[in-house]
């Protein structure tokens, strides 16, 4: 038996309308799909609280079905809460205490840069710059989908959505471009906020 608590999708923060290089059409559209996320994740999540346990079977089954979906739901809330929190800044360089992790960790800020902008290149959904608290250090991940790859005991604070929902409305196939304008208007200080909230170390 799975205690079921609904979430609600959060308000989407007015700023995100007046996006520089992302239009209004595509922000409107992107959070109807991370609204459809929030609710399937309360679905599936009712569905579990009745799920026949015995029945349970790896090829397939009830509960193997609703869990792994679960995760792809899970995945598009987290990552989405991430994306539209983070975005509606003014961009350019990171400053505070972001800044002098990314320097630690990659180098400087244009190499952090290049490696994320490669890594959301080469991804199918996501790519993501997150501290890996066993490590002691920031790294970019990439993700294929809501739910691939995140890696265990890893805090995502930047998250770049590649989906093609993502800019195809703005850019068609030039995810280059869109990529230079998810840079333009990173919320440096909605980033360095989380960096203070996880206590993520300086040492
Ligand atoms: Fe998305």
Same mark, same amino acid.
């Given at each position: 038996?799975?205690?079921?608590?609904?979430?609600?999708?959060r308000?989407l923060?007015?700023?995100?309308?007046?996006?520089? &290089?992302i239009?209004?059409?595509?922000?409107?559209?992107?959070?109807?799909?991370?609204?459809g996320?929030?609710?399937?994740?309360?679905?599936?999540?009712?569905?579990?609280?009745?799920v026949?346990? =015995?029945?349970?079977n790896?090829?397939y089954?009830?509960i193997?079905?609703?869990?792994?979906?679960?995760?792809?739901?899970? =995945?598009?809330?987290?990552?989405?809460?991430?994306?539209?929190?983070h975005?509606?800044?003014?961009?350019?360089?990171?400053?505070? $205490?972001?800044?002098?992790?990314?320097?630690?960790?990659f180098?400087?800020?244009?190499?952090?840069?290049?490696?994320?902008?490669?890594?959301?290149?080469?991804g199918? =959904?996501?790519?993501?710059t997150a501290?890996?608290?066993?490590? &002691?250090?920031?790294?970019?991940?990439?993700?294929?989908?809501?739910?691939t790859?995140?890696?265990?005991?890893?805090?995502?604070?930047?998250?770049?959505?590649v989906?093609?929902?993502?800019?195809?409305l703005? $850019?068609?196939?030039?995810?280059?471009?869109?990529?230079?304008?998810f840079?333009?208007?990173?919320?440096?200080?909605?980033?360095?906020?989380?960096?203070?909230?996880?206590?993520?170390?300086?040492?």
């Open positions: 038996m799975t205690n079921l608590v609904e979430i609600r999708p308000e923060k007015p700023s995100l309308l007046e996006l520089d &290089g239009s209004r059409t595509t922000i409107e559209a992107h959070y109807r799909l991370y609204q996320y929030v609710s399937k994740r309360n679905e599936l999540l009712g569905k579990l609280a009745g026949d346990l =015995g029945a349970a790896q090829v089954s009830e193997r079905a609703l869990k792994l979906d679960l995760t792809f739901a899970v =995945g598009g809330v987290k990552n989405h809460e991430i994306y539209f929190e975005l509606g800044g003014q961009g350019g360089d990171p400053d505070g $205490y972001v800044a002098a992790l990314i320097e630690r960790d180098g400087s800020v244009d190499t952090w840069r290049a490696d994320l902008r490669a890594t959301a290149m080469s199918r =959904g996501w790519a993501w501290y890996d608290w066993d490590e &002691g250090r920031m790294f970019n991940y990439l993700g294929d989908a809501q739910n790859f995140p890696v265990w005991n890893a805090t995502p604070i930047v998250a770049l959505d989906y093609e929902h993502a800019y195809f703005d $850019y068609q196939t030039d995810r280059a471009s869109y990529i230079d304008a840079f333009r208007n990173l919320d440096w200080g909605v980033v360095n906020g989380w960096v203070e909230a996880y206590r993520i170390p300086r040492e």
